[in-house]
């Protein structure tokens, strides 16, 4: 098993920066795809962006494509998503996940793969 826990986020003004970070327990970090999920008042979950276990490969919803940027450093048993250009519409709470495998990289994009989450950071964009 492996314990999520999210920080870094806060109110920014629209145009700003922040960066999440999720800090895993566990000697196996480096075997889990790891994901970032958001959830704004009375809206469904979503996608926001993912990063495979060994190589890194990195994935993107549209929505934030060119502005999010997803890593993990496996020796810190960490993953961060920096979030540049916010705007109010990514106001909402976001959700570290971990993933034990992915059949393939459809599958990064749904959060019904992920079998661990954190509680998740509130992200508060001004307009």
């Known amino acids: 098993q492996v314990q999520l826990v999210e920080s870094g986020g806060g109110l920014v003004q629209a145009g700003g920066s922040l960066r999440l970070s999720c800090a895993a327990s566990?000697?196996?970090?480096?075997?889990?795809?790891m994901g970032w999920f958001r959830q704004a008042p009375g809206k469904e979950r979503e996608f926001v962006a993912a990063i495979s276990r060994s190589i890194g490969y990195t994935y993107y919803a549209d929505s934030v494509k060119g502005r999010f940027t997803i890593s993990r450093d496996n020796a810190k048993n960490t993953v961060y998503l920096q979030m540049n250009s916010l705007k109010a519409e990514d106001t909402a709470v976001y959700y570290c996940a971990a993933a034990e495998r992915m059949t393939d990289s459809g599958a990064y994009y749904s959060g019904s793969q992920y079998h661990y989450w954190g509680q998740g950071t509130q992200v508060t964009v001004s307009s």
């Open positions: 566990g000697r196996t970090f480096s075997s889990y795809a």
